[in-house]
Each structure stands twice: as C-alpha cells, then as structure tokens.
C-alpha cells in the first residue's frame, strides 16, 4: 500500500499521531522506512486525558530524536456553532491543523492511520446511507481534499493492515500505545458500527472487514474508469459556472441516463462545496428526474429554459437576459442599458426594400424590432417592467394581455422579470425584448422610414 501513496523518499511527512496503537504503528513504520517526519498530534478537548495523550505523543516524538506539534480546539463548540456532529468537526478541525502545519513545514504529503478495519466501517457506514460508487470505494490511499489544501495529498500507508495487526506490530517493538475510552462509546455512529453491527456481520462471514476493504479497492478502479467517462461529457455539457453555481445544457442533460446525471450533479456538488461529505443516492436520483429539487448542504437544481442550474440559490446565478434598473430614452445610435448590454436605434428607409422581402415586423431574432418610426415620433424609451403592464402584442389587434401572464406562459425566470425591459412610446408598450413585439407600431406597406431596434450583449 506504501507504493500507492506516491511518496518520495526524501522529502518530509507530517503523521498524525493520536497515540493509539494504528498511529504508532505507523509512525515507526514511516521512520524504519527512511521518510523526514514531523509528528502532528491534536487535542480535541472531549475527554479529560487528552492533555496525558497529547504529552505521552511528545514523549515518544522525542525519544525517537522527530520534531513535534500540537494543537488543541474545542470540538464541541464548533461542532454546536456549525450544526455539525462530533465526528464531523472532530475530522475537520483537525485536518485543518493537519494541513496548515504540512504548508508550513512544507511536507510532501499528511499520513494517518487509517486501517483495513477503518476502511470497512467507511464502506458499510457508506452503505447504509445510502451513497453510490463514490462512497462505497472507500477511502483511496492518496488523496486531494481541496477543503483544506489544493496541492498537498493526505496518504493512507497502513490500508491494508488490520487493527489487530497494529496493535501486535506495537507489542513486537515495544510501543506503549494508548486506548481512547470514547472508541466504546456507542452514541457515536461508527462505534455501533465498530461494536455492534460488524460483529453481527461477522458470524455470517468471518472475512467480512477483508472483503469490504477488497471490494473498495476494487470499486475504486471502476471509479476512476467512470471518472474518465465524466470529464470527457463535464467539458461538453456544463456551459458555464462561477461563484455558487455550475450551469447544464438541458437539452444535453435530457439525451442522457439517469446514472451519468446523477455523477455529474455529484461532481458539481463536491466543486461548489468541497467540504461536503457526501449525498445520498435519494437525493441524487431527485436531481436526476431534471426537476427543481433540493439536493444538499444548501444546493439545489434550478430550471430555466434551456439550462439547469446547481447553486446556492439564485442570487448569485448570472443574468444572461438584459436587465434595467431606471428608466431611460432612448437616442439614436447606441443606448447603455448596463451589464454590458446595449440596444441600438437605427433609422432604415424603406425604399430599399423589394417586393419579395419578408414583412419588416416579422423577424426571427428576438432581440431585434421594426418599428414604424413615424409612430414612434422620438418619444421611445426603455424602462422595467411594471406590475399591471399590459399591452397589444404583434397579431392581436384590440386585445391587450397582461406582460405578467406573458412571463408566465412564455417561461421568464422570476428573478429576471422585475427589470425585464419594456421599449415604450409615451406611455404605450411598443416592444418587450426577447418576447413580443406590439401591434400598434408595426412596419406596414404605408411606413415611410423604419427604426430598427437591437439589443445585445457586448463580448
């Protein structure tokens, strides 16, 4: 397993030592190896020997001529102020000494302790909440968590010894380890696992923990497999993302199984909060059916038009439709209107049309609009919808709609239809961008001059 954590023989490690018989183990190992170590112990304040355990860790740190650090948080508290468990601020509490210790020492990587018994009970922990591929792999023995550091890996030497070969290891050499009361605890989850569940499990199969760290290690090839398959549909199928949020092409989502949605939602999950643990094969399969859902730690999937969303919320989504604040006239040439959007006023003589060319009114750009400019009389302007708009649209002569019911039917994002532009003459809607065009001032066979409206956004 050693070979599979990618070390390099002479730069330095930071161990996390607890001062169990796992740890130890794998301190003197990593030290018969030849590796530089920096001992690492934190003190976690849940039991009244941590002190003792965090001092008897030193010892043996100096016994054996290593340097030595520590640090110490109260878990509890982070753990009450974060809405996390114990375990949960526990772990992240401590990678993130972990961490900030191997950035300043400038180490090669952070080793712990892990064991084959810690691999089952993350598998089977996995299992029974119901994760798919990515949980029930396992823990690999090198591995990025961006949460803490994008460029230095945390390696699992020892994932292929048991608990019981530790502890034997330990006794063979001579290690005094210590034994944390609070492993018999069994509020904490993976102690029922530990204690209660996987002794159950092992009257029906005596290998159960072997075969539960062998099937994650298998499982962990079909992963990297299903990884190569997602980075090559990631690059064609997400159109944009940025701060809280990763944008889908619907369309593309839509000719795909459900099983690769819900690994891509995975990844864009995990890249919008590193720091999340998992999700939940429910929650997954939810965002999957291409509705909007709640998925988790605060995500969820938004539809709008051809693009779904997963963000935080919709605040932070981009305004890719034109949006205006204060109402403005409009001038010939180009108008401003904000957000590197502008529309432009174009007076076209209609002299130069032919018989044969399509209806001025009738365009296929709906962002664009022909105006009779006779009928606009330089009175155009540009203002945000307001509630109770209503107006003629193109075909509908002497009946009025309201814009309102035109968002609705026409699909609008409701984020975006408080500063929808409206194009007015005085007081008369003449043009809504991107939807309709009005009736009253359209190109007939009697429009002298045409004023020909297009908005866009700048590159």
Request: charge should be neutral.
């Amino acid at each position: 397993m050693l070979a599979k954590c990618g070390l390099k023989q002479n730069e330095l490690l930071v161990v996390a030592v607890s001062g169990g018989a796992d740890s130890l183990a794998l301190l003197h190992f990593l030290r018969r190896s030849g590796y530089p170590l920096l001992v690492a112990s934190f003190n976690h304040r849940l039991r009244p020997e941590a002190e003792a355990d965090v001092a008897h860790v030193q010892q043996i740190a100096q016994g054996l001529g290593l340097p030595f650090v520590t640090d110490s948080a109260d878990v509890a508290a982070h753990a009450g102020a974060e809405g996390l468990s114990i375990e949960e601020a526990a772990r992240e509490l401590r990678y993130r000494f972990l961490f900030c210790e191997a950035r300043k020492a400038g180490a090669q990587a952070v080793a712990t302790g892990h064991t084959a018994d810690d691999q089952a009970e993350t598998v089977l922990m996995h299992f029974l909440r119901g994760a798919g591929l990515a949980g029930l792999k396992g823990m690999p023995p090198r591995i990025l968590l961006p949460v803490f550091d994008a460029e230095i890996p945390l390696v699992r030497p020892l994932l292929d010894w048991t608990r019981a070969q530790t502890e034997a290891y330990c006794r063979e050499n001579g290690i005094q380890y210590l034994t944390d009361a609070s492993n018999a605890d069994t509020t904490y989850f993976r102690n029922r696992l530990r204690h209660e569940l996987l002794p159950l499990l092992e009257s029906y199969n005596p290998q159960i923990k072997q075969s539960l760290a062998k099937n994650a290690l298998a499982l962990q090839g079909d992963y990297e497999l299903l990884n190569e398959l997602t980075n090559a549909v990631w690059v064609r199928v997400v159109t944009a993302s940025g701060k809280g949020f990763v944008a889908f092409d619907l369309l593309q989502l839509r000719e795909m199984s459900a099983a690769l949605r819900r690994t891509l939602f995975r990844r864009a999950a995990f890249t919008l909060k590193p720091g999340l643990r998992d999700i939940d094969f429910d929650a997954l399969e939810r965002a999957a059916s291409l509705k909007p859902v709640d998925l988790a730690g605060g995500l969820k999937t938004i539809l709008e038009a051809d693009t779904l969303y997963l963000a935080t919320g919709e605040a932070g989504l981009p305004k890719n439709r034109p949006q205006i604040r204060e109402p403005l006239a409009l001038a010939p040439g180009r108008n401003e209107i904000g957000h590197g959007w502008v529309l432009t006023c174009e007076l076209l003589n209609t002299e130069n049309r032919t018989p044969t060319s399509d209806n001025w009114s009738q365009h296929t750009d709906i962002w664009s609009a022909s105006l009779d400019a006779d009928l606009t009389a330089g009175k155009l302007s540009l203002r945000p919808f307001r509630s109770g708009d209503r107006f003629e649209q193109l075909g509908m002569p002497h009946q009025t709609v309201r814009l309102s019911d035109l968002f609705v039917n026409l699909k609008v994002p409701k984020r975006l239809r408080k500063h929808w532009p409206v194009v007015c003459v005085g007081e008369e809607i003449a043009w809504i961008p991107g939807l309709r065009m009005g009736e009253r001032f359209k190109v007939t066979e009697n429009t002298r001059q045409v004023l020909r409206l297009d908005i866009k956004k700048l590159p």
